[in-house]
């Protein structure tokens, strides 16, 4: 059987970054990738600015950065100074004012003291020419290239391309994810279930691991297993970037995701991995005759727990590549159990966990956990710590590896 890590590389063989689009630039662009460098189109600061309230002056005038001058204007951001300075001069200033034509340098307020109104006494011995002066261009000059292609988009981002006056930008969209949930038992959340019946767990869950991962989710609804339930949704889910169908791909009678998906033209590159939960999960793409690149397949397991965690191992790292970032290695860390764990184990196990920062570094420990169908296990947990096959008993101190579920 295929390891999880063989399995991930299989997937991003076939998962390239999205063909990028330009879109005007809102919120939800967030942790998006820009697909153009960026120029300025203006000097920043466009005029010499002062960087604190208080007064503009000429170092000539002062002694060792003592003196009194002649208040001659004030001058409030948004405004333009009038009057030039000439000797023994100064111009009350606010933050981001421009600076007077002859002024070399800003007194902080608190350095001064006003004599009577039209004189300051000024008392900063640490004056320096040029000292809380930010002079035009400083930042940036116009035609500087202020991002490049591959940044991610940050708040900051958003408010540099602001400053550059850009409201529309060239991004790698968010690439759309399907859901299709499958079963003749499954009802959803509205429902009441009858004797037989589950509500459906994994369609809000996957969505919203979808939303978390960058992705944008959208809901097929649950399929029947029946071959007339199926086909027409997954023909409708194939038109995504990414197809994903709980239930129905394990070896049962009526696990018929497998040979719906191939009747659609999806070919299949693997199908179960060696991995606790999650086993079951299958890969695979098909081809879509726009010439966009293929559609990503996955039919996760039924079980709540295994479709939740062959997500965070397969389809997270599948949605960041479309979305034209690095898979992020900095998810999986190192970490010292806290207390001893004892476990059984036929394959690698991605065991609920909780994990902390303590003085030497990372500290994780096992939460109580069910298995595959223990969703309520999941809540106290923010991340799996990945057990070795076999019957162990995992003292406190031992190391093991850890993936992070809170790194986005
Ligand atoms: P399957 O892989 O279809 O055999 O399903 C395995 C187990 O997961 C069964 O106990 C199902 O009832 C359960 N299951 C399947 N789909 C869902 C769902 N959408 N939400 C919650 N549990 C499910
Ligand atoms: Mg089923």
């Given at each position: 059987?295929?390891?999880?890590?063989?399995?991930?590389?299989?997937?991003?063989?076939?998962?390239?970054?999205?063909?990028?689009?330009?879109?005007?630039?809102?919120?939800?662009?967030?942790?998006?990738?820009?697909?153009?460098?960026?120029?300025?189109?203006?000097?920043?600061?466009?005029?010499?600015?002062?960087?604190?309230?208080?007064?503009?002056?000429?170092?000539?005038?002062?002694?060792?950065?003592?003196?009194?001058?002649?208040?001659?204007?004030?001058?409030?951001?948004?405004?333009?100074?009038?009057?030039?300075?000439?000797?023994?001069?100064?111009?009350?200033?606010?933050?981001?004012?421009?600076?007077?034509?002859?002024?070399?340098?800003?007194?902080?307020?608190?350095?001064?003291?006003?004599?009577?109104?039209?004189?300051?006494?000024?008392?900063?011995?640490?004056?320096?020419?040029?000292?809380?002066?930010?002079?035009?261009?400083?930042?940036?000059?116009?035609?500087?290239?202020?991002?490049?292609?591959?940044?991610?988009?940050?708040?900051?981002?958003?408010?540099?391309?602001?400053?550059?006056?850009?409201?529309?930008?060239?991004?790698?969209?968010?690439?759309?994810?399907?859901?299709?949930?499958?079963?003749?038992?499954?009802?959803?959340?509205?429902?009441?279930?009858?004797?037989?019946?589950?509500?459906?767990?994994?369609?809000?869950?996957?969505?919203?691991?979808?939303?978390?991962?960058?992705?944008?989710?959208?809901?097929?609804?649950?399929?029947?297993?029946?071959?007339?339930?199926?086909?027409?949704?997954?023909?409708?889910?194939?038109?995504?970037?990414?197809?994903?169908?709980?239930?129905?791909?394990?070896?049962?009678?009526?696990?018929?995701?497998?040979?719906?998906?191939?009747?659609?033209?999806?070919?299949?590159?693997?199908?179960?991995?060696?991995?606790?939960?999650?086993?079951?999960?299958?890969?695979?793409?098909?081809?879509?005759?726009?010439?966009?690149?293929?559609?990503?397949?996955?039919?996760?397991?039924?079980?709540?727990?295994?479709?939740?965690?062959?997500?965070?191992?397969?389809?997270?790292?599948?949605?960041?590549?479309?979305?034209?970032?690095?898979?992020?290695?900095?998810?999986?860390?190192?970490?010292?159990?806290?207390?001893?764990?004892?476990?059984?184990?036929?394959?690698?196990?991605?065991?609920?966990?909780?994990?902390?920062?303590?003085?030497?570094?990372?500290?994780?420990?096992?939460?109580?956990?069910?298995?595959?169908?223990d969703l309520r296990g999941l809540l106290e947990m923010d991340a799996l710590v990945v057990l070795p096959?076999?019957?162990?008993?995992?003292?406190?101190?031992?190391?093991?590896?850890?993936?992070?579920?809170?790194?986005?």
């Open positions: 059987m295929l390891t999880v890590s063989a399995a991930l590389t299989t997937v991003l063989v076939h998962a390239q970054p999205l063909a990028s689009e330009i879109v005007p630039l809102t919120p939800a662009l967030l942790g998006a990738v820009l697909a153009e460098d960026v120029p300025s189109d203006l000097d920043m600061p466009p005029y010499d600015k002062a960087m604190m309230d208080g007064y503009a002056v000429r170092m000539a005038d002062l002694s060792e950065g003592c003196g009194e001058l002649a208040v001659i204007e004030e001058v409030n951001a948004g405004q333009t100074p009038r009057v030039a300075l000439s000797e023994k001069q100064a111009t009350r200033i606010m933050t981001g004012a421009p600076i007077p034509t002859g002024a070399d340098t800003v007194v902080m307020v608190e350095r001064t003291r006003l004599a009577d109104n039209d004189r300051v006494h000024i008392d900063d011995p640490s004056l320096q020419i040029g000292r809380n002066i930010l002079t035009r261009g400083r930042e940036m000059r116009r035609g500087d290239t202020v991002l490049r292609a591959g940044a991610v988009l940050r708040p900051q981002e958003f408010g540099l391309l602001a400053t550059v006056g850009r409201t529309a930008a060239k991004v790698v969209p968010s690439p759309r994810v399907a859901v299709l949930s499958t079963g003749d038992e499954v009802v959803e959340a509205a429902d009441t279930p009858g004797p037989n019946q589950i509500r459906n767990s994994n369609g809000p869950m996957l969505l919203a691991q979808i939303a978390r991962a960058g992705g944008l989710p959208h809901y097929l609804g649950v399929a029947r297993d029946r071959l007339d339930s199926l086909r027409p949704l997954v023909a409708e889910g194939l038109n995504s970037d990414i197809l994903l169908l709980s239930g129905g791909v394990s070896a049962g009678k009526l696990d018929l995701t497998p040979g719906v998906l191939e009747e659609a033209g999806v070919v299949a590159h693997f199908h179960k991995v060696e991995m606790k939960p999650g086993k079951p999960v299958l890969f695979g793409t098909r081809e879509r005759p726009d010439g966009r690149s293929p559609t990503l397949v996955f039919g996760l397991p039924g079980n709540p727990v295994g479709a939740f965690v062959s997500f965070e191992l397969l389809v997270r790292p599948a949605i960041r590549r479309l979305r034209g970032l690095a898979v992020n290695d900095g998810a999986l860390v190192s970490a010292v159990l806290t207390e001893d764990f004892a476990y059984r184990t036929d394959r690698p196990t991605y065991h609920p966990a909780r994990l902390e920062v303590g003085d030497g570094g990372w500290r994780v420990r096992a939460v109580p956990w069910f298995g595959s169908a096959p076999g019957d162990h008993r995992h003292m406190a101190g031992t190391r093991l590896p850890v993936l992070r579920l809170d790194f986005c």
